[in-house]
């Protein structure tokens, strides 16, 4: 079974109060289609319904202070406790004790080395890569596992031809923020309908939608918004593809952050687990699921079958 894994940077699951949660707030039909009425909050979990299922898991792992990005996503790539290894979260870049876990241990790894076919959906432009070549920027631990894999990174290239999408999903910053005018721009639904044609390339493929940590950490509530109302439209097109039999899109986060804009840190919010497909395909991948170390050994089951 192919499965698309979309990681949404910095979101809990937090209380229904629209004045310091964007996810009460925002209109988001598609998903409350999915979820039968119910959004993306803390009261909603858990729940089964025809197309999906939403838990609340941990993402603290029993290790005190805040969860952190660069131990929160490796542990999602690798099913290790990594917080309670090492005795400490942190982030946001991967420190040397956590990248030693990205390599050779991640979903990416098993899949090159089991001759499965894997990539990350996104598009970097080429001052990411400039960035990372003179030592300027470091790797976040989703591409530092790619590429540590022996997997390439998406360019420019691959998104104009289609390979790939930008990280908004839809193009716009390309044109807006880094000065691509010609950059592709498509809506939303389309980019959904996208994401799943390419993942039905794959067995395992993963997006990181990472401007939702950016505008909780800014508490920018109009364009965390923004950011779900695009998510939706993205899910609207997944949904609309119809290939239940044929793959699971998996929706998790590594910490809390944007569900509760009164403060500018990560929060101790269980994150959702949001997965959609056939149900017998979401009853085994969420069976006895509470914390982040089980998203892996669960992706792995069904990507790693012969």
Known sequence: MHVLFIFLDGIGL????????????????????????????????PFHGEHATLLAIDPALGVDGLPQSATGQAVLLTGRNIPRELGYHYGPKPNPEVAAYLNGETLFSQCVAHGKKAALLNAYPPRYFHGIDSGRRLYSSIPLAVTNA???LFTEKDLYEGRALSADF???GWRTMLGFADAPLIPPHEAGRKLVSLTLEYDFAMFEYWASDYAGHKQQMDTAVKLMET???VLGGIVESGKWNKMLVVVTSDHGNMEDLSTRKHTGAPVPALVIGSKPAREEFTRGMT???????AIWRLVGRD
């Open 14 to 45: 937090g209380v229904d109060d629209p004045q310091v949660n964007p996810l009460a707030r925002t209109e988001m039909p598609n998903l409350s289609r999915l979820l039968e009425g119910r959004r993306l909050t803390a009261g909603s979990a």
């Open 170 to 172: 839809t193009g716009e």
């Open 150 to 152: 022996g997997l390439r």
């Open 291 to 297: 914390d982040l170390t089980q998203i892996a050994p």
């Open 231 to 233: 998510f939706d439209g």
